[in-house]
Nanobody
């Protein structure tokens, strides 16, 4: 059974940085996509960034381009999200996602709060 475990959330001041990590386990196909979504109170869950396993192709939400960087450790089945120049509007619960064919797997979520 696939499991995703996130870590690295917390409270940070505007302009600060955080790094989220997600470890995937349980055995799954090598052809997949991993990434991060977020959900703020009263809003829909939205894609933040993703990276494919084969070509390493990345996708970013317009709101985080130039500030966030997604990366993977393929040997350890991990995905990371380096978040710089954080803004209060980045405050949300961040979810790790693993997409394989038509299936989506989710982590439990980690809270990121940007506030002075």
């Amino acid at each position: 059974q696939v499991q995703l475990v996130e870590s690295g959330g917390g409270l940070v001041q505007p302009g600060g940085s955080l790094r989220l990590s997600c470890a995937a386990s349980g055995g799954f196909r090598n052809n997949n996509r991993m990434g991060w979504y977020r959900q703020a109170p009263g809003k829909q869950r939205e894609l933040v960034a993703s990276i494919t396993s084969v070509a390493g192709t990345t996708t970013y939400a317009d709101s985080v381009k130039g500030r966030f960087t997604v990366s993977r450790d393929y040997a350890k089945n991990m995905v990371f999200l380096q978040m710089n120049s954080l803004k209060p509007e980045d405050t949300a619960v961040y979810y790790c996602n693993l997409h394989i064919s038509a299936w989506d797997y989710w982590g439990q979520g980690t809270q990121v709060t940007v506030s002075s």
